[in-house]
């Protein structure tokens, strides 16, 4: 095994990447035309809003994704823009497109996510072939977002499994079956959200105790080393095999939620690769979804406003984990 250099670009793997309109209209109905004011446009997909946070935060990353048609063409060119360094995957079919609808009436938030384009085999195998040719591996890899049609459920896992051969920390946020199968081979860190974890485990999570108690189970099953639990408006978790932090909410005026779990992993990964504890990197996760919550549509978050931010984050410890049995 190699040992990847910290002081590498963080490589934002996004297998499902997705050009990110948002607009507003001031009552969303059915049938009426609704006339809508301007649209925002945005390179979308969890990696590549991981990233996005990650340059804003002074880290460097790369970014990893397959893309096609003109969507496809749009995306390469904004990612460039950005000054984000890609390695595009060519496919087939159209890249997605995405819609956040702002209801100016009551403030509410609709989101319209696409599937994706189908990947034949070989274009998402040569995805992950482009992963394992990556020289010099990077000491980080962050993968987030859904995997589109036509890719293998066991694809992260697949990921989780090269990482770990190559001496990188895997950070993963991912749902469903695909979330299932890369636990089942082990990252470094996830960052479910409420609703994920409770789908994984197929049991309702109602209380703080059993957030708490279920964050633990992956990390004493060996899934994970660190569970990054993300509560919305409740605040979020950290789970070691040393202890429970808490990280209570911080009071800002929502604007729009659109991005803040993945500012959240931007955050944290952008404090860890520049070398700071994890508990410190904790509270810059919070303050960078936090910061999120504040800007339109998928603006993601402003670096001035997760500085100031951090300063209120409190963090708190809940628990020490339970000693774990002899094996």
């Not at 809508?36 to 809003?49: D, K, P, Q, S, V």
């Not at 995805?127 to 040719?133: E, G, K, M, S």
Request: glycine residues 10%; hydrophobic residues 45%; proline residues 7%.
């Amino acid at each position: 095994m190699t040992t990847p250099n910290q002081n590498l670009p963080v490589l934002c793997l996004t297998m499902n990447p997705a050009v990110d309109l948002s607009t507003g209209t001031e009552r969303v109905v059915p049938t009426h035309k609704l006339r809508c004011g301007e649209t925002l446009h945005a390179a979308g997909g969890g990696g590549i809003n991981v990233a996005r946070v990650l340059q804003r935060l002074g880290s460097a990353a790369h970014v990893l994704c397959p893309a096609g048609g003109p969507s496809g063409e749009w995306l390469k060119s904004r990612l460039a823009d950005e000054g984000l360094i890609t390695s595009l995957v060519p496919i087939a079919q159209e890249t997605r497109i995405s819609l956040t609808v702002h209801e100016l009436s009551s403030g509410a938030e609709y989101r319209f996510v696409m599937p994706g384009p189908a990947l034949a085999e070989p274009e998402w195998q040569t995805c992950l072939q482009r992963l394992a040719d990556w020289a010099p591996f990077p000491a980080w890899v962050v993968a987030s977002g859904s995997l589109p049609p036509g890719v293998p459920a066991d694809f992260y896992a697949r990921v989780a499994r090269l990482c770990r051969e190559r001496g990188a920390r895997l950070v993963l946020d991912a749902s469903g079956p695909a979330l299932a199968a890369a636990l089942a081979a082990g990252v470094y860190l996830v960052k479910p959200n409420l609703r994920e974890l409770s789908e994984l485990l197929g049991e309702p999570l109602d209380d703080p105790a059993t957030w708490q108690a279920a964050a633990q189970r992956l990390v004493d099953a060996g899934s994970a080393e660190v569970v990054a639990l993300t509560l919305g408006h409740r605040g979020a978790l950290l789970a070691t095999a040393d202890a429970v932090w808490q990280a209570d909410p911080l009071p800002v005026a929502v604007v729009s939620a659109v991005g803040a779990g993945d500012s959240f992993v931007g955050g944290l990964v952008s404090a860890l690769q520049r070398g700071k504890t994890l508990l410190d990197a904790f509270g810059w996760a919070v303050a960078a979804a936090s910061a999120t919550l504040l800007t339109v549509g998928t603006a993601l978050c402003r670096a001035e406003d997760v500085h100031r931010l951090r300063a209120g984050v409190a963090i708190t410890r809940l628990t020490a984990a339970q000693p774990r049995p002899p094996s």
